[in-house]
């Protein structure tokens, strides 16, 4: 079993990359940060160096990625996952600096989603400079979607250590890797993709805060203000450009007795069940996954191995 010991980034490929960065700072609160690389810009939220990436190219999710604990940890990854038949893309030393990490690896889940394992995510000690007093604090979550979340759970608690927190019906898992409640969840969906990012703030007030923001502004709020009965966390989704969903949410419950906790199934038949204030639910917009052979720039070819050296020492 190959053990995640975090969320690390998602990369997203964007058409209008202006606008995916202006939406970003002004609208999410995040901040920019220079890649050194044409059409691609990093966005940070708290301590890493990054937590999403606009690649300029073709619209659509390039990849989600993960951390492991040390270089020999990816390496006995990338074994497992081959074992498993699964074709594993070693990094280069190129993408590896895109990624602000030490080495990272690259594969497509069952389900066609494109993830990455990386080690060494760089951290950065300068205080995080958000661009409006959004109240973010960390980046949360991130969500996939598979056309069956019980088999993606499956592939996801098996291969990997992620266990499930609680799920809505059939067809949302939420899982943790840490005692947070969930850091990464499955979604029931026609195709791969990345049903939503979230960033935690630090309070109720927050919310409600960033809420009226929005609204003020004119952005499309999917969901919320409500609370997951799942998490217990308060919440408010919206849409951004090129179908990435964001949320911002507060409270997330921790689940520290891992021997007591057992995964509820909640009823999908009941909107209380996504929001249990009953506020009104409708769809999330989705990153479909930029299938193979549709790379954008800056993003290094699938199912090519590459082993150059990389310039980071081993820890």
Known sequence: MITLTDIAYVRSGVA??????????????LEAVASGEPGVVHLRADQR????????????VLSSGFTVADYDALDDAETQLEQRGIRVDRGDAAGAR??????????DDPFGNRVELAVAQRLSAEPVCLTRP????????????A????????????????RASDWVGESVCLMRIDALHHKFAIFSGDEPGLCHIDF??????????NWHFLVERGVEVLLGPGRHPTSGSVFV?????????????????????????????????????IDM????????SRQKQVPAGEPAAGAPPKHEKVNAPLPAPRL
Do not use: K, M
Not at 134 to 145: K, R
Not at 153 to 160: D, E, G, Y
């Open 134 to 145: 959004s109240g973010i604090t960390e980046f949360g979550h991130l969500c996939l979607d």
């Open 16 to 29: 209008d990359l202006p606008e995916a960065v202006r939406f970003a700072t002004e609208i999410v609160g």
């Open 49 to 60: 160096h990054h937590s999403l990436t606009f690649v300029e190219g073709p619209s659509g």
């Open 98 to 107: 895109s990624r602000a990490v030490g080495d990272y690896i690259g594969f």
């Open 237 to 273: 989704y919206f849409r951004g450009p090129e179908g990435l969903t964001y949320e911002y949410a507060t409270g997330t419950r921790l689940i520290e007795d891992e021997s007591s906790w057992r995964p509820r199934v909640f009823d999908p038949g009941q909107p209380s069940s």
């Open 200 to 209: 935690q703030v630090s309070s109720l007030d927050d919310v409600f805060r």
């Open 277 to 284: 204030w009953r506020g009104p639910i409708q769809p999330l």
């Open 147 to 162: 056309p069956n979340a019980r088999e993606a759970h499956r592939f996801w608690s098996t291969v990997f250590s992620a």
